[in-house]
């Protein structure tokens, strides 16, 4: 199996993708046009990526059957474009948790005690501690988290520690979760916004998240109080915020933007990063040691997994409900052609099977087999495949219920 990394990778994912029996071309700064040129040259049947962008023409220049996200989020590939060519798209959830967690507080803190400002002073050669000695503290405080992922449930014994409140909503969470994790339920992210002196950002980039902390939620927030984002930039009405920034003091933590270079270095021009009231961070979340470590060990995981079984852990692109409307239930003798007949019998009447299993008895002189097809066989083609082969012990068609 041929691996081609087109981004920054630990040297222990490498070797461990080796040690698997990989062919692996490690190519870190390939992106674009370029990284267009390596697939089609290089051929593999694998891609790595963390921030680098694949797209559709990526899918046409060579045999991809897997891409692998080292990291959690997974908005710069393009999933739909993989889905259509029946290409697996992975990723290593929950891996840089602590590390994102840990970096939200020390914006916190950071905004808190306006750190950097600290530093840039005492650089230019000024003591003012008369200025920098203004600090509300974190201490009885309300964090509210919008978003309740692996990462933003590493947020929660933090902000205890520091003896915080927490407030928190997300499309999953109930209040007898929220029971259970010793934070306070709110039914939307207006009422955390409404409720918190802290608001954190924690979820995944989809379309019914983009620009969901609109100029609504952002309003709705305490005059001065302070904003983290560490998920995605697009979560956020950059325009809304901005002007909430100048209208409600409100200062502002941000890890990621929405008009991020593609690269690892380069020219950001972004007008937000001039904002007085920004801390601003270069992506760098899941940049921890510990972190990269984890990944790496996952996407070797993902890899040995499909390269062993064909089955792919975390694949992120799987129909969750498929168009199949009757399960099609056949108990037979394990031999050669049984199941051909069956489906050559439901192709006649240009029924599409959605999904299939077979799983055989002890001893491997039986089986049954689970075939959901997208529409109903007639009543005398059953009756045909049942008379036709003599190895089919029973039919059974099933109506599936809508989920």
């Known amino acids: 199996m041929r691996v081609l990394i087109a981004d920054k990778f630990e040297q222990s994912g490498r070797d461990g993708l080796v040690a698997l029996g990989c062919e692996v071309v490690f190519q870190p700064d390939l992106k674009d046009e370029a990284l267009v040129e390596a697939i089609n040259r290089e051929q593999p049947d694998v891609i790595v990526v963390r921030g680098t962008k694949v797209t559709e023409q990526m899918f046409d220049a060579g045999p991809i059957k897997l891409v692998v996200r080292a990291g959690a989020g997974y908005n710069t590939i393009d999933v739909a474009a993989a889905s259509k060519r029946g290409i697996y798209v992975s990723n290593c959830p929950g891996k840089n948790s602590i590390a994102v967690a840990e970096l939200a507080f020390a914006l916190i803190l950071a905004l808190d005690r306006r750190i950097a400002d600290n530093v840039i002073t005492l650089r230019r050669g000024e003591w003012n501690k008369k200025e920098f000695s203004k600090a509300r503290g974190l201490f009885g405080r309300t964090l509210g988290l919008i978003g309740l992922g692996k990462i933003a449930q590493e947020m929660i014994p933090r902000a205890l520690a520091f003896g915080m409140n927490v407030v928190a909503w997300s ?233």
């Open 171 to 403: 499309r999953s969470l109930t209040p007898e979760r929220a029971a259970e994790l010793g934070i306070e339920y709110k039914a939307s992210p207006k009422e955390v916004a409404a409720s918190s002196d802290i608001v954190s950002l924690h979820m995944a980039l989809k379309p019914e998240t983009k620009n969901l902390i609109n100029a609504e939620v952002l309003n709705s927030m305490r005059e001065g109080s302070y904003l983290i984002n560490t998920a995605r930039g697009e979560v956020i009405d950059q325009d809304a915020l901005v002007a909430a920034m100048k209208s409600r003091g409100l200062r502002v933590g941000l890890d990621v933007y929405a008009n991020e270079p593609t690269s690892a270095t380069g020219e950001f021009t972004d007008p937000i990063a001039q904002e007085q009231s920004l801390y601003g961070t270069h992506h760098i979340g899941a940049s921890t040691d510990q972190a990269q470590e984890a990944i790496a060990a996952e996407t070797v995981r993902i890899v040995r997994e499909f390269r062993e079984t064909g089955n792919v852990p975390n694949v992120v692109n799987l129909a969750r409900q498929t168009p199949a409307t009757h399960r099609l239930v056949v108990r037979h003798l394990d031999r050669p052609g049984v199941l051909a007949s069956v489906l050559d019998a439901i192709k006649g009447e240009q029924i599409n099977v959605q999904e299939m299993e077979n799983i055989v008895f002890e001893g491997a002189a039986a089986a049954v087999a689970r075939i959901n097809l997208d529409n109903a066989p007639s009543a005398s083609l059953l009756e045909r495949v049942r008379a036709g082969n003599s190895d089919i012990l029973e039919l059974d068609l099933i109506q599936l219920t809508a989920k």
